[in-house]
């Protein structure tokens, strides 16, 4: 609990979960109200597709703006944008649309408010606790995350079949549309907690923008190979792997468990982080980083095989479950590994190069879904994944020796040793 201590700490972590419990409540409305137009898995993935293309255009200014300004005032910036597009949202619910083309226009802009807000947020946490607390804040924040994760989706898929509109009928909500506005409410508490924080990073890059200050996280990552181990494990493992694009298929054709079973479902994978992530805070990861990184991708490989495979509810719950718990000590190992080994003044740079990745495995990794269940169906492309995760694994273990052996979780275990003489030059 050391982390908690940091009055701004408890305020970010507290508008952090509001937020995420908004944002994957709407996801399930915006997956739902998809693919009831369309019915077609191909459309499922395209949404992801408009959630990742901006992240891909925007991300070497965003990792630049993520340092050269106040970093507080980015995701300020970013989350205003994302209440013009929830309140969007609210409007197409409204009026009804029977067209699947404005919504990914609104995602294509949620991107982009992520593709500047991600790097901004990922470089914010160390200002907030000390060095010596840093696993402990991304443990904690792993866990603050996975409880909204698990929960956001749930509230979704209930909030999605509440009789709104025949309880009061001049609302002219009912389905996606209450959804969207539980999603503004939290976006708006968001940004009044995130307004009351005291601290102020400032500018950490001082010069301007330019092609060699763009490029310096792509060359700092290209150089660690712990960095760049990590990242794109982490890219191809859940690019292959990842079924939440497909879960209202599931769901729908496969299950038989109609809206709500989609939001347990969803939050399933989340259950299974958070009950980890609470474990890791009483037995922290001291030892044995990369070890422990590669045997759990490997679990969750075999967590998402089971779950293509199973025609039950309670053990596609389990699978699910499992391949959260699994990701959630990658998730921790890897975000300590990017602060850690990284300098403050390229944190922001490095952490776009990051969300490059992330973006590509998830978003990216929904077209990707979309596309394979689209030709081989649901099920064939969910294995198919499964297996290709741990195929991954493998190979990643044998290119990366660095990440497998990586030990101790601390900056002066992770950081290479000329990177000290490079951060002097940086702040000059």
Not at 130 to 138: C, D, G, I, L, R
Not at 218 to 237: A, E, K, T, W
């Amino acid at each position: 609990m050391e982390a908690f201590a940091s009055r701004d700490f408890r305020r970010y972590q507290l508008a952090r979960s509001a937020v995420i419990l908004g944002a994957e409540a709407q996801a399930v409305a915006v997956a739902w109200q998809v693919y009831s137009i369309t019915h077609r898995a191909l459309d499922l993935g395209y949404t992801g597709l408009a959630l990742f293309l901006p992240g891909l255009l925007f991300l070497l200014p965003a990792g630049h703006v993520a340092d050269r300004f106040d970093r507080r005032q980015v995701i300020l910036v970013c989350y205003t944008l994302q209440v013009f597009c929830t309140l969007t949202l609210v409007l197409f619910a409204r009026a009804a649309i029977h067209h699947v083309f404005p919504i990914y226009a609104v995602l294509f802009l949620v991107g982009s408010g992520r593709a500047f807000s991600g790097p901004a947020s990922s470089a914010f946490i160390p200002h907030l606790v000390p060095e010596h607390h840093f696993v402990n804040a991304v443990t904690w924040g792993g866990a603050i995350f996975q409880f909204a994760n698990m929960t956001g989706p749930a509230i979704g898929g209930l909030l999605f079949t509440f009789p709104l509109a025949r309880i009061f009928p001049g609302t002219l909500l009912e389905g996606p549309g209450i959804v969207y506005v539980f999603s503004l409410l939290t976006l708006l508490w968001f940004l009044a907690l995130v307004g009351s924080l005291k601290v102020r990073p400032g500018r950490l890059e001082q010069r301007g923008a330019s092609l060699q200050v763009l490029l310096a996280g792509f060359q700092y990552v290209r150089r660690s190979s712990l960095l760049l181990g990590s990242f794109s494990l982490d890219l191809f493992v859940v690019l292959l792997g990842g079924a939440v694009a497909l879960m209202p298929i599931f769901a729908n054709d496969i299950l038989h468990t109609g809206p709500r079973g989609l939001g347990i479902l969803r939050a399933a994978p989340a259950v299974g982080a958070l009950t980890m992530s609470l474990l890791m805070t009483r037995f922290p990861i001291s030892r044995g980083a990369g070890k422990r990184l590669f045997t759990c991708v490997a679990i969750y490989g075999v967590a998402i095989v089971i779950f293509s495979q199973s025609r039950n509810l309670w053990l596609s719950l389990a699978a699910l479950a499992a391949s959260g718990a699994a990701d959630m000590v990658s998730v921790v190992i890897r975000g300590s590994l990017l602060q850690l080994a990284t300098p403050p003044q390229m944190r922001g740079r490095v952490s776009a190069v990051n969300s490059l990745f992330i973006g590509a495995s998830n978003e990216f990794g929904e077209f990707e879904s979309g596309l394979t269940a689209h030709w081989w169906g649901a099920v064939r492309a969910t294995l198919v994944g499964g297996l290709g995760a741990l195929a991954v694994a493998g190979i990643w273990a044998v290119l990366f020796p660095g990440l497998r052996n990586a030990d101790e979780l601390s900056a002066e275990a992770l950081r290479p040793p000329e990177s000290k003489p490079s951060e002097a030059a940086a702040s000059c």
